[in-house]
């Protein structure tokens, strides 16, 4: 199975000021890595799949990099309603594994 | 506008059993493969269990193997997992995803529906 493995586990960052969380898989997983944001009280939202395509909404603020085992997700200009926990998720082999997430507080 | 609603959550016992069910709307059902995704209180999100289109395929965690079953009627547009021998482990809320309508990206999941809360207490 593939560990995915996430940091750092808390970012503050101030609104406006760009955000960038990493993402590690324990083996290549190409390009198969999607992020999901999750607010709390709500389910999870798709946010990038492939490792940098936006999903259908998503704002162009968000950007996904990185392939194999290294990713990126970037924020570059974080609004009040980007302050949620992020999920990387390998889904390039069975079981498809959630890294344990990074959590986007106000500093 | 795509749905997905999560049914049959409670409090059981350790060694019950409970049975969830996710209705779907909006879209094909019949089309997508499913999936359940859990999260205990305060925790990360853990795959469950995945049911291709036609439920020739299936597929289970090692946490939950032997225990929970997943099902669908494509009739009814519904989703369901039937989880026995139920542990204080599995308290969480559980979340159905259908695959999403990604070329190539069969388990990448969106949308989900809002979760049913299933807790394991004595």
């Known amino acids: 199975e593939i560990v995915m493995t996430q940091s750092p586990a808390t970012l503050s960052v101030s609104p406006g000021e760009r955000a960038t969380l990493s993402c590690r898989a324990s083996?290549?997983?190409?390009?198969?890595l999607a992020w999901y944001q999750q607010k709390p009280g709500q389910a999870p939202r798709l946010l990038i799949y492939g490792a940098s395509t936006r999903a259908t909404g998503i704002p162009a603020r968000f950007s996904g990099s990185g392939s194999g085992t290294e990713f990126t997700l970037t924020i570059s200009s974080l609004q009040s309603e980007d302050f949620a926990v992020y999920y990387c998720q390998q889904y390039n082999n069975w079981p498809p594994f959630f890294g344990g997430g990074t959590k986007v507080e106000i500093k | 506008e795509v749905q997905l609603v999560e049914s049959g959550g409670g409090l059981v016992k350790p060694g019950g059993s409970l049975r969830l069910s996710c209705a779907a709307s909006?879209?094909?059902?019949?089309?997508?493969?499913m999936n359940w995704v859990r999260q205990a209180p305060g925790k990360g999100l853990e795959w469950v269990s995945s049911i291709s289109s036609s439920s020739s395929y299936i597929y289970y965690a090692d946490s939950v193997k032997g225990r929970f079953t997943i099902s669908r009627d494509n009739a009814k547009n519904s989703l369901y997992l039937q989880m026995n021998s139920l542990r204080a482990e599995d308290t969480a809320v559980y979340y159905c995803a259908s695959r999403a309508p990604i070329v190539g990206a069969t388990k990448v999941f969106d949308p989900w529906g809002q979760g049913t809360l299933v807790t394991v207490s004595s």
């Open positions: 083996q290549s997983v190409s390009s198969n």
């Open positions: 909006g879209f094909t059902f019949s089309s997508y493969s």
